[in-house]
């Protein structure tokens, strides 16, 4: 598959996971809905690190940003700073059992919420409920699921 | 010039310049879109554009809920339509009846005024809009509705149900707008106690069914089912527009202010269609634009 096909294929999924984490749930199912978008971007950018770069992170997040009307360039950030990671430690998470790539993920998410936090208490939006790890737990529970489908779209590993 | 990858072969580290500059670059430029969202106003154009980008997707999110509903009631049967029918023209007298009322008393309110001429409708223009997205996040309590700055909506008007007060607008698009509803823990509501008169705030708790009224003492004289309106201050809702009621009061003895729960009285997490309201400000219960900034946004 050549990158131009890599780069339609990533933005398609991506984009479908921009509508799966903004489509409207119930208040339950919306809790523990996973940050579908920041998987999808982890996945390209340990996958396919040469199609896929910061640029995806970035534009994922603004798109974030936009539509959950957070401060403009929070999630752009965080982002690019896991796709950042991505970039630096794809070879040393692609050759883990998925399992163990579940546990990385875990980390990264919890990074990801760790850093929105921090943020929002900087700029005076602190008010939080536990109810925002949730999603944490339950996208590395998902993230075999995730390797499963978007490794579909893609046979060069 | 291998470097670059004009080899064919496969570059060995990426293409372009290393990722530590390349996050960079991007952190640095997300650093500045925080800066200017934070601090100057001048990101509100850029909010503009992006919300209008944004304006195609979420209609096309909202398609399946809004196909449904158009199929559900093109599918409904006649002899519903007709119940509904009768239903809302005895819903209709009755509101006739109660408009009687009505004018006869602002009528005697204005002679009580001593105004010789009554007074011009509080209300002086009122649009109906569509909810066309709800945003999600855990404590967010927002709605995106289809009516933007081409209708005429605008940052801060004022958006009601036909229950009670809904939110106020937050940010606008070309097309559709933000509605911060009263239920976010960012928005804070001028409110009045109609049994007693006194005045509070009421802050929303990031739940849909609740409010919370965070500054009474514990000494005050609240109880549960007490009716809160709007009291008019805050320079944004008018006074007396139907906010809620007190639901749960709980005084501690080593608290100086009392927990105070209310649940609003708009369906804020049922409204399909919300009314925008602009106000007459020759009249005196409309909010003053001198101190039209928004309460509780930051």
Same mark, same amino acid.
């Given at each position: 598959?050549?990158?131009?096909?890599?780069?339609?294929?990533?933005?398609?999924?991506?984009?479908?996971?921009?509508?799966?984490?903004?489509?409207?749930?119930?208040?339950?199912?919306?809790?523990?809905?996973?940050?579908?978008?920041?998987?999808?971007?982890?996945?390209?950018?340990?996958?396919?690190?040469?199609?896929?770069?910061?640029?995806?992170?970035?534009?994922?997040?603004?798109?974030?940003?936009?539509?959950?009307?957070?401060?403009?360039?929070?999630?752009?950030?965080?982002?690019?700073?896991?796709?950042?990671?991505?970039?630096?430690?794809?070879?040393?998470?692609?050759?883990?059992?998925?399992?163990?790539?579940?546990?990385?993920?875990?980390?990264?998410?919890?990074?990801?919420?760790?850093?929105?936090?921090?943020?929002?208490?900087?700029?005076?939006?602190?008010?939080?409920?536990?109810?925002?790890?949730?999603?944490?737990?339950?996208?590395?529970?998902?993230?075999?699921?995730?390797?499963?489908?978007?490794?579909?779209?893609?046979?060069?590993? | 010039?291998?470097?670059?990858?004009?080899?064919?072969?496969?570059?060995?580290?990426?293409?372009?310049?290393?990722?530590?500059?390349?996050?960079?670059?991007?952190?640095?430029?997300?650093?500045?879109?925080?800066?200017?969202?934070?601090?100057?106003?001048?990101?509100?154009?850029?909010?503009?554009?992006?919300? @209008? &980008?944004?304006?195609?997707? #979420? /209609? =096309?999110?909202?398609? $399946?809920?809004?196909?449904?509903?158009? !199929?559900?009631?093109?599918?409904?049967?006649?002899?519903?339509?007709?119940?509904?029918?009768?239903?809302?023209?005895?819903?209709?007298?009755?509101?006739?009846?109660?408009?009687?009322?009505?004018?006869?008393?602002?009528?005697?309110?204005?002679?009580?005024?001593?105004?010789?001429?009554?007074?011009?409708?509080?209300?002086?223009?009122?649009?109906?809009?569509?909810?066309?997205?709800?945003?999600?996040?855990?404590?967010?309590?927002?709605?995106?509705?289809?009516?933007?700055?081409?209708?005429?909506?605008?940052?801060?008007?004022?958006?009601?149900? @036909? &229950?009670?007060?809904?939110? #106020? /607008? =937050?940010?606008?698009? $070309?097309?559709?707008?933000?509605?911060? !509803?009263?239920?976010?823990?960012?928005?804070?509501?001028?409110?009045?106690?109609?049994?007693?008169?006194?005045?509070?705030?009421?802050?929303?708790?990031?739940?849909?069914?609740?409010?919370?009224?965070?500054?009474?003492?514990?000494?005050?004289?609240?109880?549960?089912?007490?009716?809160?309106?709007?009291?008019?201050?805050?320079?944004?809702?008018?006074?007396?527009?139907?906010?809620?009621?007190?639901?749960?009061?709980?005084?501690?003895?080593?608290?100086?202010?009392?927990?105070?729960?209310?649940?609003?009285?708009?369906?804020?997490?049922?409204?399909?269609?919300?009314?925008?309201?602009?106000?007459?400000?020759?009249? $005196?219960?409309?909010?003053?634009?001198?101190?039209?900034?928004?309460?509780?946004?930051?």
């Amino acid at each position: 598959m050549s990158s131009r096909e890599n780069l339609l294929v990533i933005l398609f999924t991506s984009f479908v996971a921009l509508v799966l984490n903004i489509l409207p749930l119930p208040a339950w199912l919306s809790a523990i809905r996973p940050a579908f978008l920041v998987l999808a971007v982890l996945y390209w950018s340990t996958m396919a690190p040469f199609v896929a770069g910061m640029a995806l992170g970035f534009l994922g997040g603004l798109a974030l940003d936009v539509f959950q009307g957070s401060l403009l360039g929070e999630h752009a950030l965080v982002l690019s700073f896991l796709t950042y990671l991505a970039l630096r430690l794809n070879l040393l998470m692609r050759a883990k059992p998925i399992f163990e790539q579940s546990l990385y993920v875990l980390v990264a998410l919890l990074a990801y919420e760790s850093l929105l936090w921090v943020i929002d208490g900087w700029t005076g939006r602190s008010l939080s409920s536990p109810l925002r790890w949730i999603h944490v737990f339950t996208g590395a529970l998902i993230w075999p699921l995730v390797v499963g489908v978007l490794g579909r779209f893609h046979s060069t590993r | 010039m291998p470097a670059f990858g004009t080899t064919g072969g496969r570059p060995i580290y990426g293409r372009g310049p290393s990722p530590g500059l390349r996050f960079t670059v991007y952190g640095l430029l997300s650093l500045l879109l925080m800066y200017l969202d934070q601090r100057a106003g001048w990101s509100e154009r850029l909010r503009y554009g992006l919300q @209008g &980008a944004a304006y195609p997707v #979420q /209609v =096309a999110v909202n398609s $399946p809920a809004a196909a449904w509903h158009w !199929l559900t009631g093109s599918l409904a049967t006649r002899t519903s339509l007709q119940a509904q029918n009768l239903q809302l023209h005895t819903q209709v007298q009755s509101l006739q009846l109660e408009l009687l009322r009505q004018h006869a008393l602002e009528q005697e309110n204005a002679q009580l005024r001593e105004l010789h001429a009554t007074l011009p409708p509080l209300v002086k223009k009122w649009l109906v809009a569509e909810v066309i997205g709800v945003e999600s996040g855990t404590l967010r309590q927002r709605l995106i509705i289809n009516k933007g700055l081409r209708d005429g909506v605008h940052v801060n008007q004022p958006v009601v149900d @036909g &229950a009670g007060v809904l939110g #106020q /607008v =937050a940010h606008v698009g $070309p097309w559709s707008s933000e509605v911060i !509803l009263i239920t976010d823990p960012e928005h804070a509501l001028p409110v009045q106690i109609t049994r007693t008169g006194l005045r509070t705030i009421a802050v929303g708790s990031g739940n849909a069914d609740e409010l919370l009224l965070t500054y009474l003492a514990a000494n005050s004289d609240v109880k549960s089912g007490d009716v809160l309106v709007s009291s008019g201050l805050g320079g944004v809702f008018p006074a007396g527009y139907p906010v809620g009621h007190i639901t749960g009061v709980r005084r501690e003895a080593n608290q100086l202010l009392a927990q105070v729960r209310a649940a609003p009285q708009a369906g804020i997490d049922r409204a399909r269609e919300v009314m925008l309201i602009e106000f007459n400000p020759a009249n $005196p219960a409309a909010p003053a634009p001198a101190a039209a900034s928004a309460p509780g946004e930051p």
